[in-house]
T-cell receptor, first 116, second 115 residues
Framework: AQTVTQSQPEMSVQEAETVTLSCTYD???????LFWYKQPPSRQMILVIR??????QNATENRFSVNFQKAAKSFSLKISDSQLGDAAMYFC?????????????FGEGTQLTVNP | KAGVTQTPRYLIKTRGQQVTLSCSPI?????VSWYQQTPGQGLQFLFE???????NKGNFPGRFSGRQFSNSRSEMNVSTLELGDSALYLC??????????????FGPGTRLLVL
């Protein structure tokens, strides 16, 4: 079974600064997807960024980028030029590509605070 | 396109009762998954439906069940409610099943409180 670990329960950053959220995972599979989801106080889960394991290039979406280290099974999220609207709970998630289905395995989450 | 919708948004029940939650996926999405979110256990996968068939099931007791209709709308039912069933129940839809990288999109959730 796959597991996802987020070792930082809480993080804070100053507005306009950069912050990195950590995620590690454990799997015996060689091909899979990794995601970062954001959950603001409204509780709506919003996709931030996704990465396919076979792609060596790190995914980037505007101010959000990942550092995907497959051998180390690490998948960190970097948020540049942090904005107040980035404050939320961030979840790292894993989805198998070797089996059909949509099942996501989530980490425990990291609560991000953005200070003005 | 309209997003994933869930009804009701809030629900209060008492122990021993049963509850049915509804999820309408994004138009064209055929896969619907359900998750339970609690402060203690985090986000846990309940089950997934595709074309009216349950494809995957998480580690939950048989009191938790679901179904999917021909229009892809899904319902989940919890019978004999326990205090520990108090949670946010999230539904997510995806265009198709299989190994597509297409992403799941989540609804706003139904917050269930069991007294």
């Amino acid at each position: 079974a796959q597991t996802v670990t987020q070792s930082q329960p809480e993080m804070s950053v100053q507005e306009a600064e950069t912050v990195t959220l950590s995620c590690t995972y454990d799997t015996s599979e060689s091909d899979y997807y990794l995601f970062w989801y954001k959950q603001p106080p409204s509780r709506q889960m919003i996709l931030v960024i996704r990465q396919e394991a076979y792609k060596q290039q790190n995914a980037t979406e505007n101010r959000f980028s990942v550092n995907f280290q497959k051998a180390a099974k690490s998948f960190s999220l970097k948020i540049s030029d942090s904005q107040l609207g980035d404050a939320a709970m961030y979840f790292c998630a894993y989805r198998s590509k070797e089996t059909s289905g949509s099942r996501l395995t989530f980490g425990e989450g990291t609560q991000l605070t953005v200070n003005p | 396109k309209a997003g994933v919708t869930q009804t009701p948004r809030y629900l209060i029940k008492t122990r021993g009762q049963q509850v049915t939650l509804s999820c309408s996926p994004i138009s064209g999405h055929r896969s619907v998954s359900w998750y339970q979110q609690t402060p203690g256990q985090g986000l846990q996968f309940l089950f997934e439906y595709f074309s009216e068939t349950q494809r995957n099931k998480g580690n939950f007791p048989g009191r938790f069940s679901g179904r999917q209709f021909s229009n892809s709308r899904s319902e989940m039912n919890v019978s004999t409610l326990e205090l520990g069933d108090s949670a946010l129940y999230l539904c997510a839809s995806r265009p198709n099943q299989g190994k597509s990288p297409k992403t799941q999109y989540f609804g706003p959730g139904t917050r269930l409180l069991v007294l």
